[in-house]
């Protein structure tokens, strides 16, 4: 039973334009989101997070929302470089404010952005 | 980069022998996590340590079980190897339960 849902395996994107890459979860106890991003024979390397009391965090090129409402968080990536191409992992934890940090991970989406 | 070294990279064996994986970091961080990736599945925890000694399970821990013994390294242990533990096998570090987690660059294990 996925927590976490990336139900795009792939999306292509053409170099300048806007990178949507999008995340479900159902766990409502679910408080704090990341995104990390994974080239080949490399581990994951976190970009950005956001907690649940807020609605946007933006880092340089990257923009995470979240629509606690609609239990749903979006990454944005503006302008998108070829270097971006990449998988992309969206991930959730519950209990922030607790001694553990039990990452669920989605299943990825790659990135491919074209020249 | 976060100072994680995993050891060894790549791994071949056969079902029924036993196998360790070592996650060695140089960030003296409290928090260190076992991780599986498949396909279809994103990773998964299987089993992470809040301090030498202190260990907790994840999602997938059975079959596995870990040892640390001091800060820095952090051992995953098969006992007993199975093909379904064919995967590619990631450590990550954190200094508290609150920062993002940091990973090292995986090994790959084929259990033939």
């Known amino acids: 039973d996925q927590q976490v849902k990336q139900n795009s395996p792939s999306l292509s994107v053409q170099e300048g334009r806007i990178s949507i890459l999008n995340c479900d979860y159902t766990n409502s106890m679910f408080d704090y989101f990341l995104w990390y991003k994974k080239y080949p024979a490399e581990g994951p390397t976190f970009l950005i997070s956001?907690?649940?009391?807020?609605d946007k965090n933006e880092d340089g090129r990257f923009t995470v929302f979240l629509n606690k409402s609609a239990k749903h968080l979006s990454l944005h990536i503006v302008p998108s470089q070829p270097g971006d191409s990449a998988v992309y992992f969206c991930a959730a934890s519950a209990g922030y404010g607790g001694a553990t940090n039990k990452l669920i991970f989605g299943t990825g989406t790659l990135l491919a952005v074209q020249p | 980069d976060a100072g994680i070294t995993q050891s060894p990279r790549h791994k071949v064996t056969e079902t029924g022998t036993p196998v360790t994986l070592r996650c060695h970091q140089t960030e003296n961080h409290r928090y260190m996590y076992w991780y599986r990736q498949d396909p279809g599945h994103g990773l998964r925890l299987i089993h992470y340590?809040?301090?030498?000694?202190?260990?907790d399970k994840g999602e997938v821990s059975d079959g596995y079980s870990v040892s640390r013994s001091k800060t820095e390294d952090f051992l995953l242990t098969l006992e007993s190897a199975t093909s379904s533990q064919t995967s590619v096998y990631f450590c990550a570090i954190s200094g508290d339960s609150r920062q993002p987690q940091h990973f090292g660059d995986g090994t790959r294990l084929s259990i033939l």
């Open positions: 340590s809040y301090g030498v000694k202190d260990t």
């Open positions: 956001i907690s649940s009391i807020k």
